[in-house]
């Protein structure tokens, strides 16, 4: 299940981010890797990169951030 925090709704309309896209992103990231007790997935959608900032709580991603490198 995904959550998405009220920050990260306000990125994906700033960033013109669709939930779809970080839907991809998350079932096939190009690349995973961890800062503490976040996880940041990657994946190149649309010639460019669009990263997701997520915690996983009670087998749920929970949402922090998204944005396109």
Request: net charge positive.
């Given at each position: 299940?995904?959550?998405?925090?009220?920050?990260?709704?306000?990125?994906m309309?700033?960033?013109?981010?669709?939930?779809?896209?970080?839907?991809?992103?998350?079932?096939?990231?190009?690349?995973i890797?961890?800062?503490?007790?976040?996880?940041?997935?990657s994946?190149?959608?649309?010639?460019?990169?669009?990263?997701?900032?997520?915690?996983?709580?009670?087998?749920?991603?929970?949402?922090?951030?998204?944005?396109?490198?």
């Amino acid at each position: 299940m995904i959550i998405l925090t009220k920050h990260a709704k306000e990125r994906m309309k700033e960033r013109g981010i669709l939930k779809k896209d970080i839907e991809k992103v998350l079932l096939n990231p190009d690349r995973i890797y961890r800062e503490n007790h976040r996880v940041i997935a990657s994946k190149r959608i649309n010639k460019e990169i669009l990263e997701v900032v997520y915690v996983i709580e009670n087998n749920k991603k929970i949402i922090l951030t998204c944005y396109y490198l």
